[in-house]
């Protein structure tokens, strides 16, 4: 049974995966009054308001003087909202996008490995026919092909990205050029006395629509807003503008530099240019070096089945896939090498031949990919790191790859010392270059081992050497469950920008019903009132959690089925 | 232990769906209260959904022991749609439930914000008047 | 009070959200069923995955059991016939050992020896399908006569041995080749059927006596050899019945995750027949009868 135990397992688990997302998310809610919560929104109250003169009474507070710090708190939730709401909606877009590769098409991967599968299967019953290997090498083809339109599907979602990165800045520096030309407007006319709300409201909305574009903090002053990006970067300060500008980066993509110059990229959170960043540099990047490791990991583990048995020439298989250097291409470039229905590996090798290779070649469907794989750079997948590859202090001596990790091992090069091996190989540590997931040892023996854990990690020693090649890891899948896996994911992914987008929605709602309407209930209602609210979220909080709860029904019921 | 006939499986499966959509529209309209801060349409949206969560908890209840009581392969088998429907069901409420949460969240965050605020109204800040008033400096930390 | 400036970006929000509410419910229509995309329920679509591969895959070993099995089953009926044949040589070979049989006799006996022995020669050239059962993989007649040979007969098959995968962890070896069988170094069938024939035509009575010995202990190899087409057929028939379980439990469960009609799509995609089936599947939920009449006939 372990075909449908194995599709309820993972059922089961993505499930119980989505369950303990939930559980953490709803403990966020149960937190809502904890000590430590109301202490963080106490603060709120313990900042220091200052006058342009005059003195801070204490008592006696009139509803007037609580209602215009209302109105900034209910502004500044709204700003955050909208950011949050705009970056979701960027991400949920994004990801809408992407998740058409992944559904039942046709064309899709699950349907070719099917396929490929079905093929394999068929020809273990007619081993030497010419159809049934020409269908072996169709169904590849197809298969590579998937593989090569689901990666170019994720790449031109981060290419939009990209260029929505270039237009948001460019929304962005239109943007702070009109608030810091309102701000100037408005300080005049407050010198001369005047005050003109129509200015104020264009202000405001200009804020707002600022806040959709980035995750921006706003603090007034008598001169006007300065408002800064959530880390700092300024962007209006009285009635001055900051501009930003992009630049082409290393990778190709644009990268967002402050006034100074200074790359701000990877700090820049919320609204339409943060949930681009995020898509770009983050969330589509995770999930192509999951397909890639995918691709990468079938392609060298097939070619090895290919590779140890023989042909119906009678000659050693070759490799049937063919993956790009560095497998960071793997599934964009992946295609099958051989064309000649004979070249299929059909025969093991050994005494009388038998078509018991078929096997092997079916078996890669059905087992666990290898965990650990360290793929190469020289273009061929089922072979190991060239041992001998020279790099500038020494050269490659072996390669182990373990249920716990990959080790290499190094070897100073005749014009080189070990210590000036250790020396470049500690830099490009340090650099980045080479991640390190267990540390680095020096044997004195005149030998350096490094051992890596981290997926994806590359190893390259100093900028003048080629990428030697990377470590992989999938965890032990077979190639179905490593692609229901990465479904799951995208699905979840969608799933949740979408679910962000809608409450942030109706959040933003509740707050802008909050702004307009008309008040003159005193402190005191106005305080009770808002107790009973909060009495009713935590009643809807623990409503939550029971649902929660009853979420494995479908599994118990839906699915038992009689014969 | 209930001896539970096919016949009233399906009639409590089914009865099992219709209390699940239902519940899905009395969030979808406590989420609409809350968007309209309308205080007593929510408490009543509530306790509805009190009612609801805990039927829904008593009919899985009954249908589990029914399927526990019996091996799989002679379980009588559910009418054709309802498993399908059961599933799609059970994610309709379980997407509403996630967007419930989130809002709740967001919500219960301004509300806790707002009685801070109002709390520190006996505190140590001035009034100011006419156009000054949009202009005191305070910041927020979210 | 402050007249709420934001309420066009909720309309338009709202009005986004309601659109794209309605494509999917219209998708859903459309499908007819519940998963159309991962994120309608991520679990859901993750599970479709898995079962839509191993959907396909328990047909094609269903397909590969079917189109193996004739095959193992006229084996072991070929080679219940090759031992009712020995048995029958055995006989003959006692009653010409023994003494009281006269030159004539002997004669007749040795013809029909040699019509035995090309019984069981016509036997091992058995073919199924147009594929020799007992040549390996190879396509030419499995035993011609060969005068320059010791037993009158060349091998011209191979020692491929076929195993045909038949479940995830299964492979099931179908054949043995014929010179495992019939010209196995260790009990030479057709070569004892030779020298039975040779001894029986020069009235050798020793050479009779050492030929019949060698076939009784050749009914035994054959035996075992048909147990290896027994076992082999015991093993399919077993795994076609554990199979068709795991087709009724896959489509159920397919059913349940996504609905009867997609369920029945997401098959049809997994087997590796022509798409047009499988289009029409999908699109016929949404052509006009009148349409969808004209397009399922058959031409």
Redesign the interface.
Known sequence: MGGLNATLNIGVRALDA?QAA?DA??N??AN??TPG??E??????E??????G??????G??M???Q??????LD??IQ??TSSQSSANTESASLQQIQTYFTTTGTDIATALTTFSNSLDALSASPISTATQQSVLSAGQDLAQAFNTTANGLTSAQSSANGLVTTSVAQINELTQQIAQLNGQIEQ??NS???DSST?DQLNASVQQLSGLTGISV????SGDTIMTGNGTPLVMGDQSFTLQTTTGSDGFQQVLDSNGSNITSTLNGGQLGGAIQMRDQTIPGMLSQLNSLASQFSSSFNAAQTQGLDSNGNPGLNFFAVPTGSAEAAAGITVSISDPSLLAISSVGTGSSNNNVANLSAVLSQALPSNSVSSTGGNPSAPLATSTPLTNGSVTSIADASTGATFTFTAGASSTIASLQAAIASAVTAGTLSNGTGLSFNAAGHVVISTTTTGDTLQVSSSDTVLGQFNSTSGKTPANAYASLVFNIGNAA??AS??Y???G??L???T??QS?VSGVN?DD??A??????T??????R??S???Q??T??L???????? | MMDMGATDRDQR?RAYLETAHS?VQELER???A????G?SD??ES?AE??VL?VR??SL?RQ??VF?DTQP???????E?????D???A??E???A????????????????????????????????S????????????? | MQINPNITPNILADLQQSQSMLNSALQQVATG??VSVPS??PA?SAAMVQNTIETGNVDQYTKNISTVLASVESASSVLSTVVTALTQAVSLGTEGANGTTNASDLKAIATQMQGILSTVVSQANASVAGGYLFGGTGTSTPYTEDTSSPTGYTYNGNTDATSVVVGDTLSVQVNLPGSQIFSDPSNNVLGSLSSLVTALQSGDTSGIETATSSITSAIAFIGERQAFYGNAENQLNSQDTFLQQETVSLA?QA??????DEATAATNLSQAETDNSAALAATAKVLPNTLLNYLSNPS
């Not at chain 1, 900042?47 to 342009?52: I, K, M």
């Not at chain 2, 809350?34 to 801060?37: E, G, K």
């Not at chain 2, 006419?130 to 979210?142: H, N």
């Not at chain 3, 059913?255 to 009867?260: A, K, M, S």
């Open positions: 989505a939930l998310t709803s966020n809610i809502v009054n919560y109301t963080e929104v106490a603060q709120l109250s900042d220091p308001l200052t006058q342009s005059g003195e801070i009474t204490g008592g507070v009139t007037d003087g609580i215009s710090v209302q109105d900034e708190l500044l939730q955050q909202q006319l407050t006395g005047q005050n104020e603090t007034q002053s008598k799933s949740n679910t962000q809608t409450a942030l109706k959040s709602l509740q707050l019903n909050q309407s402190i106005e305080t009132n808002l107790i009973r609210f909060q009713a979220y935590q009643a809807g909080a409503i939550v029971t649902i929660q009853l979420n029904v479908a118990d019921m839906g699915s038992s089925q009689s014969y | 499966t519940l406590a989420m609409q809350i968007s309209c801060n205080l929510l408490e509530l959904q009190e969560t829904l908890r899985r249908l589990w399927n799989a392969c002679l379980r009588p088998a559910l054709r749609e309802l498993p399908s059961l599933v799609s059970d994610a409420l379980q997407a439930n996630r967007v419930y949460e989130a809002v709740l969240g967001h919500s219960s965050h301004s509300a806790a914000l707002m009685t801070s605020l109002l709390g520190s109204a006996n505190g140590q800040f001035q009034e100011a006419g156009a000054r008033l949009k202009y005191q400096t305070w910041s927020c930390r979210m | 069923r519940s309608d329920n859901a159920s059913t349940n995750l996504v609905g009867v």
